[in-house]
């Protein structure tokens, strides 16, 4: 008896090993071209995060000098910017009050991150008289 299969044609059956060896190659210089691009990109959202923060702490720390509450000096803050000790700080605070002509007065915010201090971050805010 004959079986009844169908004539497999070669081309078919898959890939051949230089094929595949040549579509690894590709895709891993592909990959290691991107590489960089990592470092880039942490190392941005690295200074978005650190300027959103200091933006939000300049603006809590205006807010209180607008009040009468702010203290000049040193603090410090944690990633979420809530004050905490020396210790466990992501970021350094250094706030100074200036008279000015007027009554009014200039409130100096510099905001250093603890792991990069050449990054300072420097706000001032003009005060009204109280």
């Known amino acids: 008896m004959k079986s009844f299969r169908s004539p497999r044609i070669k081309s078919c059956l898959g890939f051949s090993l230089v094929e595949a060896s040549l579509s ?5 210089f592909g990959f290691i071209s991107l590489a960089p ?3 880039v990109g942490l190392t941005t959202a690295r200074q978005a995060r650190d300027g959103r923060i200091s933006a939000q702490v300049a603006e809590t ?10 203290t000049s000096g040193s603090s410090y803050c944690d ?3 809530a004050t905490c000790p020396s210790s466990s700080a992501v970021y350094r605070i250094q706030t100074t009050v200036t008279t ?18 050449n990054r300072q971050l420097d706000y001032a805010v003009v005060l009204p008289p109280p």
């Open 61 to 70: 720390l205006a807010d209180e000098a607008r009040t009468g509450t702010l």
């Open 24 to 28: 690894v190659g590709i895709l891993g």
């Open 79 to 81: 990633a979420q910017g």
């Open 100 to 117: 000015l002509a007027g009554n009014c007065s200039r409130l100096t915010v510099q905001i250093t991150p603890v792991a990069t201090p």
């Open 37 to 39: 691009l990592l470092g």
